[in-house]
């Protein structure tokens, strides 16, 4: 087995302070990581097999201690938009200029926010990407609603007029046919 590369004094009194503060998540692990080693001088398979940690994961987390100091132990935040091409503040400026547009009640067509928005990135996006834009800040997809290009308006209005006049009066009820027997 090899040696194990020594902790300064300087951090193993960081790691002291350490200990004192309370840990949320994974941060205690780290902790044992390290004071197994400096005060039980475990070695990396028997700590791995305390944590239920790869002896690897052992070695880097001691590793990265010896390089990086304490904030090496914080719990790190995970999740986000790693692979994002705007930030959110960036794509609701891009959409501001097409807000004025919809309010002044014109149709926004994707065709144009795409062209706009590869324009502005220097690269071709698909499609989706556009409308995954748009909804991401809270925009819906209204169609006008769709007619007959040859439709009749004096016909639909009849057609309302009448169907307002059947519905109000009460229709008659006829009896059931006699069985005549």
């Excluded at 902790?7 to 390290?34: D, M, N, T, V």
Aim: hydrophobic letters at 35%; proline letters at 8%; a positive charge.
């Amino acid at each position: 087995m090899r040696n194990p590369n020594p902790i300064s004094e300087q951090r193993q009194q960081e790691l002291e302070g350490f200990r004192k503060a309370k840990w949320p998540g994974e941060e205690f692990r780290r902790f044992l990581c390290l004071w197994l080693r400096i005060e039980r001088k475990l070695s990396p398979v028997e700590i791995a097999r305390v944590l239920g940690w790869h002896p690897i994961t052992v070695r880097t987390t001691q590793q990265e201690f010896i390089k990086g100091g304490v904030e090496v132990l914080r719990e790190k935040p995970r999740g986000g938009r790693h692979h994002a091409l705007m930030s959110c503040e960036d794509e609701a400026a891009f959409l501001k200029q097409f807000a004025d547009q919809a309010g002044a009640g014109s149709i926004l067509v994707i065709a144009e926010v795409r062209q706009a928005l590869e324009q502005q990135l220097g690269r071709k996006i698909a499609e989706s990407t556009a409308y995954r834009i748009l909804h991401r800040h809270g925009w819906r997809k209204l169609v006008p609603r769709p007619f007959h290009p040859k439709r009749k308006p004096e016909a639909a209005e009849a057609f309302k007029k009448g169907a307002s006049q059947k519905s109000s009066a009460k229709p008659k009820r006829t009896p059931p046919p006699k069985d005549s027997r």
